[in-house]
């Protein structure tokens, strides 16, 4: 039975919240996804923490619910059209919920990438720092006053006219689109040309236009290279294929009846149409590699029109001053902001000041604003960040308190804030600033509402709501709710054994490396010549602060010059992504340099595991991702019913015409617009959601038929498919690394960042493993409670003990405690940060007096439960 507020002042020993009626948010009859009809009373102003093992339905009640409800009785309140342009979510499952303020929600969403996004956008510092440059900016004699708009590469005033704002331009040269020029052209020396017949209709052309196509390409005149490559001639001309070129030039000089009439496409615009043109993911990835980007000629990569780059303020131009890290911008603006600037350098300076005395006034006052804004980023820990960094860059926790730092600046009174696990990808240090923060939106009068899983954060809060006990179906119910003190009480609470610690420490020994990598020299983004070892054969852990250049250590170099070594590329950007997007990406820091000196034999292969989606459709999921589906379509298939009527395993796919529902084309539902209302998607009236044409679904294996297997949790199906060993084996893997309440059909939208890693880390268990393989992950306990974390380690450990060995970034002390070696990088954040500051055992790392992590790793070791 759930504990809930006390009815009366006082029940609640140890509480500071206020317990009038009028001060809590009531929840009555909640439903929604696992919630099991859930009563609950969240006292307001206070900061209020939903925890509970992963799936257990806490962001089902936060978002799902509470917040869901609140932003469709603002959208009430605003007009009809207006209610058109907002994203609004369904409507909450729930009987009544009282007393609930406005809400704002902080989620780690990162929206759609894209370049034209930016730190400075996200927290709109860049607008004030156009204005600081229209209005107190250094102009060249005689130019006219420009308005903020100019100082925007994303404005047409502004936007460099080559380039368009995007500082890069993508280019096909002779070197990309004909990578062997030893080749002749019969022998497609041309390779950004299309391969099979289109391929071959653009050499015989080429035939009747009287090149030779059998000389080596470097041996063809450069005039003829460049017009087969850079025209935009397109002639038509007759073609004789099948003949040879000398019998091609006679049949032509005959006019005898050609085989067709072909037009030819130079190699470069070939490319160009097809990138921007076609709407084939595949056909678009096949150009792209014939693409090279480069920086703009015109603007020189800083994305602005010359008239806008000419303005300057402290001797830098808008671009210079967004590429500085956050906390020497600050610095650099102080003086303003107290109204002290640096003396005029210049007579023409100083007279320009008598002139217009007006602009000391407005520079004060916009400084002012800018420094208080930074100062806010700077106590989050984002000061290595510029104003130009993209956010697709950006981790989610960053974006998340990028937001939240504007909110902290909002000066809003009386709302509720629902933050989704704001400590990920934060270490020890951050977190505590990330709580100053949070600090400062309740001390203005606002509640806050935060899923959260890290302890640190768990112990801070002044009520706990505990979801439980497990995930799933077998989770949704509120354990308890109240004073954090009281949790030691509750015996299903799997929370209480981490915060109040009642966990052993696990007495494994450390291993020992079996050999060492050994990486040198390397440079990427605040990576400055660095040299690391790492040990073969083991588990590290790779920590430091946030953005001291741990994912650029391991994410981007080691996985790259590992991957170099054994002469394989990156793995390629996913299909379904924009490719343009994907391509004019840049995290910046240019590529990887350094080298491997030695460890190599010790590494065959390597498994890089990331938080990108499993797919951006709802028509990939578990199922079709770790190829589970492919067994069940199989067993469906074979069954009596299924050979008597000839169906293959194909007809068991929502995906192929022949076995989904042809009313939803096997998507399960139908979306009813209704204009002002949010849209509704209710189940397809012909399959009733089943996905499937009724032929299909009278195809029963052990009772049941396909759509009723892809409802069935992974838990569920493990005992379904008892006797299978091949499914029952995938399904142990995914239960083992704490997935056990997704159900196989979960659409991948569905699917957090830190789900999608554990899936694809499943999946690479399911494979026999062949020893000497390397296993990258960066973050992998993101969204995980420490109960899962704990199935995680011991899957990892079980890598290891095959052979293998893997290296985790990770903040989370419980992983870092439970490692064989551990390498801090640091001290500090971007420019501060970027070295090896210590590297050993947990043991010996926390002892070490030069690492920030080394406080936070020993009270891991020392007490039962570490925290983060």
Partial sequence: MAKHRPSSPGEQSGSAIETADSGY???????????QNVDVDIPRNALVVFTGVSGSGKSSLAFGTLYAEAQRRYLESVSPYARRLFHQMAVPEVDAIDGLPPAVALQQQRGAPTTRSSVGSVSTLSNSLRMLYSRAGDY???????????FSPNTPQGACPQCHGLGRVYEATERSMVPDDTLTIRERAVAAWPTAWHGQNLRDILVTLGY???????????????WILFTDEQPTVPVYAGLTPAEARRAHKRKETPSYQGTFTGARKYVLQTFAGTESAIMKKRVSQYLVGMDCPTCEGKRLRTESLSVTFCGHDITEIGRLPLQRLAQLLEPYAEGKPPAARTKARAKDAERHPEKAIVTQRIAQDLVARLSVLLDLG???LSLERGTPTLSPGELQRLRLATQVRSSLFGVVYVLDEPSAGLHPVDTEALLRALDRLKAAGNSLFVVEHALDVIRHADW???VGPQAGQQGGRVLYSGAPDGLADVTESRTARYLFERVERSSRQARAPGDWLRLRGVERNNLHGVDADFPLGVLTSVSGVSGSGKSSLVSQALVQLVLAQLGQSAAATEADTDLVEAALDDTGGGDVRGRIVAGMKGVRRLVQV?????????????ATYTGLFDHVRKLFAATKSARAKHYDAGRFSFNVAKGRCPNCAGEGFVMVELLFLPSVYAPCPECEGARYNPETLAVRYRDRNIAEVLQMTVDAAWEFFAEEAPLRHALDVLRAVGLGYLRLGQPATELSGGEAQRIKLATELQRASRGDTLYVLDEPTTGLHPSDIELLMTQLHGLVDAGNT???VEHNMQVLADSDWVIDVGPGAGEEGGGIVAAGSPDVLAKDKRSRTAPYLARALNGAAPAR
């Fill in 806 to 808: 893997v290296v985790v």
């Fill in 382 to 384: 984002l000061g290595y």
């Fill in 610 to 622: 990331d938080q990108r989606p499993i797919g951006r459709t709802p028509r990939s999921n578990l």
């Fill in 25 to 35: 948010v009531r929840v009555r009859g909640a439903r929604e996804h696992n919630l």
């Fill in 140 to 150: 060249p004699p005689g130019q006219e006053l420009l308005y903020a708009e100019s």
């Fill in 212 to 226: 030779d196509v059998d000389t080596p390409w470097r041996e063809l005149p450069k005039k003829q290279r460049d």
């Fill in 464 to 466: 706990i709501v505990d």
